[in-house]
């Protein structure tokens, strides 16, 4: 059994940790989903990112409301749910990172020849 104490400040990391990267993750998709079919591309990439990004965050949040009930009953535990939320928040981070890469990333255009 853990103290109030030592508890509160312990879930506001827990919640931070698996939430955070997933809303990162599904506000850059959905910014470089908009910036795509404005230029009249396929963003099927970036849906999909839309898509995996807010069901990690909907089980996420799920693992944490759980966390939440479990504390106030005096018996949370960490098990197989949160390794699996803590895989979900790895993943939406990377996905995040990865959507800000290409962001930045300039196509490549053919040199002109000089004749």
Same mark, same amino acid.
């Given at each position: 059994?853990?103290? &109030?104490?030592? /508890?509160?400040?312990? *879930?506001?990391?827990? @919640?931070?940790?698996?939430?955070?990267?997933? #809303?990162?993750?599904?506000?850059?998709?959905?910014?470089?989903?908009?910036?795509?079919?404005?230029?009249?591309?396929?963003?099927?990439?970036?849906?999909?990112?839309?898509? &995996?990004?807010? /069901?990690?965050?909907? *089980?996420?949040?799920? @693992?944490?409301?759980?966390?939440?009930?479990? #504390?106030?009953?005096?018996?949370?535990?960490?098990?197989?749910?949160?390794?699996?939320?803590?895989?979900?928040?790895?993943?939406?981070?990377?996905?995040?990172?990865?959507?800000?890469?290409?962001?930045?990333?300039?196509?490549?255009?053919?040199?002109?020849?000089?004749?």
């Amino acid at each position: 059994m853990t103290s &109030a104490q030592s /508890a509160l400040p312990a *879930f506001y990391i827990l @919640v931070t940790v698996f939430c955070g990267p997933p #809303i990162l993750g599904l506000l850059a998709c959905l910014r470089r989903l908009h910036y795509t079919r404005q230029r009249g591309r396929n963003g099927n990439w970036y849906l999909a990112g839309v898509v &995996a990004s807010g /069901a990690a965050l909907l *089980f996420n949040v799920g @693992v944490c409301i759980a966390t939440a009930r479990g #504390i106030t009953t005096g018996g949370a535990e960490f098990g197989p749910p949160h390794a699996m939320a803590l895989a979900l928040s790895w993943f939406s981070f990377w996905l995040w990172i990865t959507v800000l890469v290409i962001r930045y990333r300039r196509p490549r255009r053919p040199r002109r020849r000089i004749s």
